[in-house]
Protein backbone atom coordinates (compact mmCIF):
# COMPACT_ATOMS: atom_id res chain seq x y z
CA UNK A 1 0.00 0.00 0.00
CA UNK A 2 1.15 3.80 -0.81
CA UNK A 3 -0.21 6.63 -0.02
CA UNK A 4 0.65 9.85 -1.85
CA UNK A 5 -0.03 13.14 -0.48
CA UNK A 6 0.50 15.61 -3.41
CA UNK A 7 1.58 19.66 -2.06
CA UNK A 8 2.15 22.98 -3.66
CA UNK A 9 0.08 24.14 -6.88
CA UNK A 10 -1.96 27.63 -6.70
CA UNK A 11 -1.84 30.88 -9.27
CA UNK A 12 0.64 31.94 -11.28
CA UNK A 13 1.46 34.35 -13.91
CA UNK A 14 1.90 32.86 -17.49
CA UNK A 15 5.54 32.12 -18.59
CA UNK A 16 6.42 31.48 -14.52
CA UNK A 17 7.49 28.44 -13.50
CA UNK A 18 6.03 26.23 -10.50
CA UNK A 19 7.07 23.14 -8.41
CA UNK A 20 4.99 20.79 -6.95
CA UNK A 21 5.83 17.86 -4.91
CA UNK A 22 4.49 14.14 -3.99
CA UNK A 23 5.61 12.86 -1.15
CA UNK A 24 4.65 8.76 -0.48
CA UNK A 25 4.69 6.47 2.85
CA UNK A 26 5.63 3.31 2.68
CA UNK A 27 9.36 2.05 2.73
CA UNK A 28 8.79 0.69 -0.84
CA UNK A 29 8.86 4.11 -2.82
CA UNK A 30 11.95 3.13 -4.57
CA UNK A 31 10.26 0.31 -6.15
CA UNK A 32 7.45 2.70 -8.26
CA UNK A 33 7.48 4.90 -11.05
CA UNK A 34 5.68 8.08 -10.62
CA UNK A 35 3.18 9.32 -13.13
CA UNK A 36 2.18 12.77 -12.88
CA UNK A 37 -1.48 13.98 -14.78
CA UNK A 38 -3.44 16.76 -15.17
CA UNK A 39 -7.19 17.15 -15.73
CA UNK A 40 -8.80 20.21 -17.08
CA UNK A 41 -12.84 21.16 -16.38
CA UNK A 42 -14.91 18.97 -18.78
CA UNK A 43 -11.95 16.91 -20.26
CA UNK A 44 -10.03 13.62 -19.60
CA UNK A 45 -7.26 12.89 -17.40
CA UNK A 46 -4.22 13.67 -19.44
CA UNK A 47 -0.80 12.28 -19.22
CA UNK A 48 2.57 14.81 -18.50
CA UNK A 49 5.37 13.12 -17.51
CA UNK A 50 6.44 9.60 -15.29
CA UNK A 51 10.03 8.63 -13.92
CA UNK A 52 10.95 5.31 -13.41
CA UNK A 53 11.62 3.29 -9.94
CA UNK A 54 15.49 4.51 -9.98
CA UNK A 55 15.10 7.83 -12.21
CA UNK A 56 16.75 6.27 -15.09
CA UNK A 57 14.05 6.43 -17.22
CA UNK A 58 11.69 9.80 -17.66
CA UNK A 59 9.54 10.53 -20.16
CA UNK A 60 7.17 12.96 -21.32
CA UNK A 61 4.28 13.72 -23.62
CA UNK A 62 5.28 16.09 -26.69
CA UNK A 63 2.95 18.26 -25.42
CA UNK A 64 4.80 19.35 -22.12
CA UNK A 65 8.31 18.26 -23.49
CA UNK A 66 11.04 21.20 -22.60
CA UNK A 67 8.92 22.59 -19.88
CA UNK A 68 8.01 19.57 -17.70
CA UNK A 69 10.94 18.31 -15.24
CA UNK A 70 10.60 15.60 -13.08
CA UNK A 71 12.77 14.43 -10.69
CA UNK A 72 12.82 12.48 -7.45
CA UNK A 73 14.45 11.93 -4.30
CA UNK A 74 14.09 8.28 -2.81
CA UNK A 75 15.54 9.15 0.06
CA UNK A 76 12.83 11.55 1.47
CA UNK A 77 10.03 9.29 -0.52
CA UNK A 78 9.22 12.22 -2.72
CA UNK A 79 8.93 13.39 -6.35
CA UNK A 80 9.30 16.74 -7.51
CA UNK A 81 7.90 17.72 -11.05
CA UNK A 82 8.70 21.11 -12.32
CA UNK A 83 6.12 23.16 -15.04
CA UNK A 84 8.33 26.27 -16.68
CA UNK A 85 6.79 28.64 -18.85
CA UNK A 86 3.45 28.24 -17.72
CA UNK A 87 0.44 28.91 -19.97
CA UNK A 88 -2.91 29.17 -19.33
CA UNK A 89 -3.87 26.06 -21.40
CA UNK A 90 -1.76 24.34 -18.39
CA UNK A 91 -4.57 25.46 -15.65
CA UNK A 92 -6.10 21.67 -14.18
CA UNK A 93 -5.64 19.88 -11.59
CA UNK A 94 -2.32 17.60 -11.11
CA UNK A 95 -2.12 14.21 -9.66
CA UNK A 96 0.59 12.24 -8.85
CA UNK A 97 0.56 8.34 -9.66
CA UNK A 98 2.72 5.11 -8.27
CA UNK A 99 2.87 2.25 -9.99
CA UNK A 100 5.75 -0.72 -9.73
CA UNK A 101 8.93 0.25 -11.40
CA UNK A 102 8.61 1.46 -15.02
CA UNK A 103 6.79 4.17 -16.13
CA UNK A 104 3.46 4.59 -18.17
CA UNK A 105 1.42 7.09 -19.51
CA UNK A 106 -2.09 5.47 -19.37
CA UNK A 107 -4.43 6.62 -16.19
CA UNK A 108 -5.74 2.59 -15.76
CA UNK A 109 -1.76 1.27 -15.09
CA UNK A 110 -1.56 3.28 -12.03
CA UNK A 111 -2.19 1.84 -8.97
CA UNK A 112 -1.95 4.64 -6.61
CA UNK A 113 -3.19 8.27 -7.08
CA UNK A 114 -2.41 11.12 -4.91
CA UNK A 115 -5.28 14.05 -3.83
CA UNK A 116 -4.88 16.06 -6.35
CA UNK A 117 -3.59 19.92 -6.96
CA UNK A 118 -5.21 22.81 -8.27
CA UNK A 119 -3.11 24.62 -10.78
CA UNK A 120 -3.95 28.26 -12.17
CA UNK A 121 -2.52 29.72 -15.00
CA UNK A 122 -3.12 33.85 -15.87
CA UNK A 123 -3.01 35.22 -18.83
Known amino acids: QVELVQSGGGLVQAGGSLTLSCAAS????????MGWFRQAPGKEREFVGA????????MYPDSVKGRFTISRDNAENTVYPQIHSLKPEDTAVYYC????????????????WGQGTQVTVSS
Open 97 to 112: AARPFQPLSTVAEYDY
Open 26 to 33: GRTFSSYA
Open 51 to 58: ISYSGARI
